[in-house]
């Protein structure tokens, strides 16, 4: 190896792209891991709330 540029890119800007490119890929990963969160958190929240209607519902069916 000569160290002979050969590229019409600079070294380092294709290593600042490549990086860039993997921080993108890791902010990507972490959005999709806390929208899988927050979309268990609410199937939850919804199981709940839906439970506590057919309970109510079942209640207000037993006293009439």
Excluded: S, Y
Aim: include cysteine.
């Amino acid at each position: 190896v000569t160290g002979v540029q050969t590229c019409a890119l600079p070294i380092w800007l294709i290593a600042a792209v490549e990086n860039q490119a993997m921080m993108q890929r890791m902010l990507a990963a972490e959005l999709r891991e806390e929208a899988a969160i927050l979309a268990h958190t609410n199937a939850i929240r919804k199981r709940q709330a839906d439970m506590a209607n057919q309970f109510r519902q079942d209640t207000t069916t037993l006293f009439k």
